[in-house]
């Protein structure tokens, strides 16, 4: 049974500071995505990392994946205020499924 | 483009009532269609996923059944309502392949 673990599950740092949440999954897969969810509101995906050494950036977020370690990284630079949401990573057992199993989520607070 | 409409937004609903949510999506065909549970606080738990008309997977056993009676219409009902049914409902569709699933706005359900 894939179990997908992220940590934090809180992060609460300082404007310009750089951070990175970890997303560690059991079994082997062939893909891995990340979402936000702002409070109240619905998931927004930011990245789908299909492959070993695959790297995505987008503004102040860079995501990454290490299949052969089973990890994903998603690195702020330099956070600010409109970051603050909660992050989920995704992964999706291989062999074709359909299914993404959820990790807990990381709440980010980005403090002035 | 590709949207997803889910309804109604926010519910209350007394112990032992039934449900019906309701999950449209337009501009694509034959979208694998999913329902999620998110606890407050917590991650999301797949509760229903089908890739085609009248074919519907579960994957926790509980009160709640799901059908999908058109290619892009996806219900989640109950007879009977529980405590425990409480939660942040979000329908969410993906096309074959590795592309993201895509979630609605969620319904707010609340058990009284």
């Known amino acids: 049974e894939l179990k997908v673990e992220q940590n934090p599950l809180f992060l609460s740092m300082q404007e310009g500071k750089n951070y990175t949440i970890y997303c560690n999954y059991s079994t082997t897969s062939d893909r891995l995505y990340w979402y936000r969810q702002d409070p109240g509101k619905s998931l927004e995906s930011l990245f789908v990392?299909?492959?070993?050494?695959a790297v995505k950036q987008e503004g102040r977020l860079m995501a990454s994946l290490d299949t052969k370690a089973r990890l994903s990284t998603l690195h702020i630079t330099a956070a600010v205020h409109d970051l603050s949401a909660t992050y989920f990573c995704a992964v999706s057992p291989q062999g074709g499924s359909e299914k993404l199993v959820f990790g807990k989520g990381t709440k980010l607070t980005v403090n002035p | 483009s590709q949207t997803i409409h889910q309804w109604p937004a926010t519910l209350v609903q007394p112990v032992g009532s039934p449900l019906s949510l309701e999950c449209t999506v337009e501009g694509t065909s034959n979208p694998n269609l999913y329902w999620y549970r998110q606890a407050a606080g917590r991650g999301l738990q797949l509760l229903f996923y089908?890739?085609?008309?009248?074919?519907i997977s579960s994957e926790v056993p509980q009160n709640l059944s799901a059908s999908r009676p058109q290619d892009r219409q996806f219900i989640l009902s109950s007879k009977k309502l529980l405590l425990s049914d409480s939660g942040f409902y979000l329908c969410?569709?993906?096309?074959?392949?590795?592309?993201?699933?895509?979630f609605g706005d969620g319904t707010r359900l609340s058990i009284l």
């Open positions: 990392l299909l492959s070993n050494g």
């Open positions: 969410a569709w993906s096309s074959q392949g590795m592309e993201p699933q895509h």
């Open positions: 089908s890739v085609g008309i009248g074919q």
